[in-house]
């Protein structure tokens, strides 16, 4: 039954004006009483049983009988009703994207809290959580690269993908910004998707690899990929990772902070991206939601509606009373009239 009243709604809420009618109808009604029962005038009623017929006291339940009724068909006519809503969305226009994450030793310099790759790592989280719609990848690049996981919808594997990112010696160390940049267009080349972007980070300059940054980038232009470059660490000097203990541990101390800006500035440009600056971790924040802002998703949604009237079953009930209310003034009150 509760069932029957969760999100019910009046399609004719105008109707409800009629109910002020009711309580008319019941002055009425208790005015007329005593004019619809016969009457004698005695001197005394000393001789009379002082006990009134039962039906009689019960004739007011044909007048109750009627003014549910009459309540029930004025909520019909203000027509309850459900609406069961169906949400269909669609992708019109899916981007792929691939994050390409510098993972040389220099990104755990302590300029950003706790260093430059974790604050890395945390953006792009966020970035991947925030796009449940496209297609995203992660390419890792120190003085070589490989794709830590193609293209996918699955956020769950993305995520992944950029949690267990770590410096961990496996690559060799040094920055191969055309190795990064051109594993990431093999990544996206066979896309099929309308709009395909890379973002490239990184906090130095080229000097490995044997793939050119220039020749990567031409190749993004041909396949029609577009590349946000950001460049990652502080205007001056850093607290960076010099050497490494047996341990495991790393040596910290101040150097400066060398960042190729015009390879940079010049890759984004010829693929129709943008370059940005992050010096600290609000900074970064602010470069990926700008990204997030410039590349859309379209996505059209449609909403069905299945509307079912309720007003039948409560007619029914209305119809129900009268017919009670008929059957008894016709039978057990017809001697009590």
Do not use: C, H
Request: charged share 25%; proline share 3%.
């Amino acid at each position: 039954m509760m069932d029957w009243f969760t999100n019910i709604k009046f399609a004719s809420p105008e109707m409800f004006w009629l109910l002020l009618a009711l309580p008319v109808v019941i002055a009425f009604y208790i005015w007329t009483f005593n004019r619809q029962n016969a009457q004698i005038q005695v001197s005394s009623i000393k001789g009379f049983q002082n006990k009134g017929s039962l039906l009689g006291k019960l004739r007011p339940l044909l007048f109750v009988l009627r003014l549910l009724a009459l309540t029930l068909i004025i909520i019909a006519l203000a027509r309850p009703q459900t609406t069961d809503v169906t949400t269909k969305t669609q992708t019109t226009n899916g981007i792929d994207i691939v994050l390409a994450v510098d993972v040389s030793a220099s990104m755990l310099a302590r300029d950003f809290e706790p260093d430059r790759l974790e604050a890395t790592k945390e953006v792009a989280a966020n970035f991947i959580n925030g796009r449940p719609n496209d297609r995203i990848g992660v390419v890792v690049y120190a003085g070589e690269s490989y794709t830590k996981t193609p293209i996918t919808t699955d956020e769950s594997i993305s995520l992944k993908a950029i949690k267990d990112i770590k410096f961990d010696g496996v690559l060799e160390n040094g920055t191969a910004i055309g190795m990064g940049l051109a594993t990431s267009v093999n990544r996206l080349k066979e896309s099929e998707a309308l709009s395909k972007v890379i973002i490239l980070m990184t906090d130095g300059v080229n000097n490995s690899g044997f793939l050119d940054p220039k020749i990567a980038s031409e190749l993004a232009v041909e396949f029609g990929i577009k590349v946000y470059t950001i460049g990652i660490g502080t205007n001056g000097n850093a607290l960076s990772p010099y050497a490494q203990l047996p341990d495991g541990r790393f040596q910290f101390r101040m150097s400066p902070v060398e960042i190729d800006e015009e390879l940079m500035k010049q890759i984004a440009a010829d693929t129709g991206g943008k370059y940005f600056r992050a010096d600290n971790n609000k900074k970064l924040k602010e470069i990926y939601a700008e990204i997030d802002k410039l590349e859309k998703t379209e996505i059209e949604q449609f909403e069905f509606y299945n509307i079912e009237e309720k007003y039948r079953d409560i007619v029914l009930l209305a119809l129900l009373f009268i017919g009670v209310e008929m059957l008894l003034r016709y039978t057990i009150f017809k001697t009590a009239a």
